[in-house]
């Protein structure tokens, strides 16, 4: 499946994109929508670890990220920074309740991002995370579940 789709760019309103487009990939390439529905109907514990490979492989668009797990994305500002909410996820299971992601000011790229998930499914997370993808590093605690990937963060929160 080509990935490429997940790192372009974010759009900002008011700046022209001219990135040349291959036309004929819009009309052959499925890869959208077959990202879209592994991404809605894997379980929980691969969906973090296809999130961990979506990081390790570069940064992705945060708008293209939010808008294969759900619709109707919130921008917030708090304090100093503008942290995007996915509140309609579209999930076959209904495991997971909120998703946020905090981005940097320059290049909007992901910082941190946040899954909020129903408490079941955070006790068993860490011991297959960590078990498949040794070279990342995690923190737990019992309300909460970090794991660092480069200079990114995804943190599972219990709810």
């Known amino acids: 499946m080509n990935k490429d789709f997940l790192y372009t760019k974010p759009y900002v309103p008011g700046i022209i994109d001219d990135t040349p487009v291959d036309l004929e990939s819009w009309f052959l390439d499925d890869s959208r929508e077959r990202m879209e529905e592994k991404l809605r109907n894997i379980s929980l514990n691969d969906l973090i670890i296809e999130l961990i490979n979506i990081f390790k492989d570069g940064d992705p668009n945060y708008q293209v990220l939010l808008g294969l797990l759900g619709e109707k994305v919130v921008k917030e500002a708090r304090e100093d920074k503008i942290v995007y909410c ?5 999930r076959a299971d209904d495991d997971i ?10 290049g909007l790229n992901i910082k941190k991002m946040n899954i909020f998930v129903i408490p079941a499914a955070l006790l068993v997370l860490q011991k297959e995370i960590t078990s498949l993808c040794a070279d990342i590093q995690t923190q737990k605690t019992s309300d909460y579940l970090s794991i660092f990937i480069k200079d990114k963060m995804i943190t599972l929160f219990s709810i």
């Open 97 to 106: 309740k909120r998703i946020e992601i905090e981005t940097d000011d320059e």
């Open 86 to 90: 996915l509140g309609d996820i579209l």
